[in-house]
């Protein structure tokens, strides 16, 4: 399995923004299909945002035009973008690594609170 640290999380006004960072320990992150998830209080844990190693990315229609995943295979690091931060925002927020044998990993998480 792979290791990975969050990072970027924080409190943020509302309309402000923030942006997390992954970093991956091992060689062959570029090998690996990324995403980011979030877990508000009391709710289930959702994806957010994904990317597969060849760059093609997808987003959870709430955070549409709002959050934007990259990845930079020389750092082995994720990222993700968040712009328009709203309170229903605020979560605890996740990286995830799936191996080409479909393997999973998680982050400890970084939380992000949305408040004015």
């Known amino acids: 399995q792979v290791q990975l640290v969050e990072s970027g999380g924080g409190l943020v006004q509302p309309g402000g923004s923030l942006r997390l960072s992954c970093a991956a320990s091992g060689s062959i992150f570029r090998f690996y299909n990324m995403g980011w998830y979030r877990q508000a209080p009391g709710k289930q844990r959702d994806m957010v945002a994904s990317i597969t190693s060849g760059g093609r990315t997808k987003y959870a229609d709430s955070v549409k035009g709002r959050f934007t995943i990259s990845r930079d295979n020389a750092k082995n690091t994720v990222y993700l973008q968040m712009n328009s931060l709203k309170p229903e925002d605020t979560a605890v927020y996740y990286c995830?690594?799936?191996?080409?044998?479909?393997?999973?990993?998680w982050g400890q998480g970084t939380e992000v609170t949305v408040s004015s």
């Open positions: 995830n690594a799936v191996s080409q044998s479909f393997a999973w990993s």
